[in-house]
């Protein structure tokens, strides 16, 4: 059995993932899962990936937005 999925697995070739593409596929996969996300949302991640802001603010960014937590 080991042969066979030997033969069949993929080789691997690390490819760098850009902070942008591995978002994208985070969003993708939560999409999948019912949640949906507004584009201030999305703006706010890219912030605190990029250093812009700290997590803490985002946090509380996050927190004060209509029908979060409440």
């Known amino acids: 059995i080991s042969k066979v999925i030997e033969s069949e697995v993929l080789p691997m070739n690390p490819v760098p993932v850009t902070a942008e593409t591995a978002l994208r596929n985070e ?17 706010l991640v890219k912030a605190c990936l990029g250093g812009e802001i700290t997590y803490q603010t985002f946090l509380e960014r996050v927190l004060r937005q209509p029908g979060v937590c409440q």
């Open 27 to 43: 969003i993708a996969s939560a999409e999948m899962e019912g949640y949906r996300f507004e584009p201030e949302e999305i703006e």
